[in-house]
């Protein structure tokens, strides 16, 4: 079976200091990858997606990046981190194609 | 980009059916309706999908109407862990298969 990995569970970072958030995916190969954040009381915001490695698209702009090392490994990352970059950040895959996505546990970030 | 349109939130008792409504009146042919749902803290579960026909899961059942204009998820037997937002979401079938998230509605579940 699938499974989704995310980590770190919880995150307080100072503004101004760098970024990686990291997810895994195993069972399944050549999945399309997502990243999405979720501002407090707010609905998820997709912010990368990636259909294969090394393909990066990019939904809104800001200090954000996203990479694809591997099929499987979709990483999250900031260079200088401002504080509206708190949230909950969700990674998610799916099959490709009109398939449901299923989405990691999540990583809550606390920007200072 | 279909847009979709739910109310805010809603309330059920324990037990009863929970129909959760749904409208996106700019659907186009190829779009499909996803539902998903997020319990406080978690990421999202999906719950079901369709195009045209209805659909019945172990976990509820996706009525939409002959237009494709608007949707109703049902939730047979409501619990008290059926407290959640719940998404409706029309998904974009290239760039990715990307969703679109709205705000939901948040459905309370009352003993």
């Known amino acids: 079976s699938q499974t989704i990995h995310q980590w770190p569970a919880t995150l307080v970072q100072p503004v101004g200091s760098p970024l990686s958030l990291e997810c895994t995916v195993e069972?399944?190969?050549?999945?399309?990858l997502y990243w999405y954040r979720q501002a407090a009381g707010r609905g998820l915001q997709l912010l990368f997606y990636s259909v294969g490695i090394g393909q990066i698209s990019s939904e809104v702009p800001q200090n954000l990046s996203a990479s694809r090392p591997q099929d499987r490994q979709f990483i999250l990352s900031s260079k200088k981190l401002l504080l509206s970059d708190s949230g909950f950040y969700l990674c998610?895959?799916?099959?490709?194609?009109?398939?449901?996505?299923?989405f990691g546990p999540g990583t809550r970030l606390t920007v200072t | 980009d279909a847009k979709t349109t739910q109310p805010p939130s809603m309330d059920c008792a324990e037990g009863r059916a929970a129909n959760l409504p749904c409208n996106h009146s700019t659907i186009s042919g190829n779009e499909y309706v996803y539902w998903y749902r997020q319990i406080h803290s978690q990421g999202p579960q999906y719950i079901i999908h369709g195009l045209k026909n209805n659909e019945t899961n172990e976990m509820a059942s996706l009525i939409i109407t002959e237009d494709r204009k608007s949707s109703t998820l049902i939730l047979p037997h409501a619990t008290l862990r059926d407290t959640a937002v719940y998404y409706c979401?029309?998904?974009?079938?290239?760039?990715?298969?990307?969703?679109?998230f709205g705000q939901g509605t948040e459905l309370s579940v009352k003993p």
């Open positions: 998610a895959w799916n099959a490709g194609g009109p398939y449901e996505q299923y």
């Open positions: 979401i029309v998904r974009v079938n290239n760039q990715g298969g990307k969703l679109i």
């Open positions: 069972g399944t190969s050549n999945p399309n």
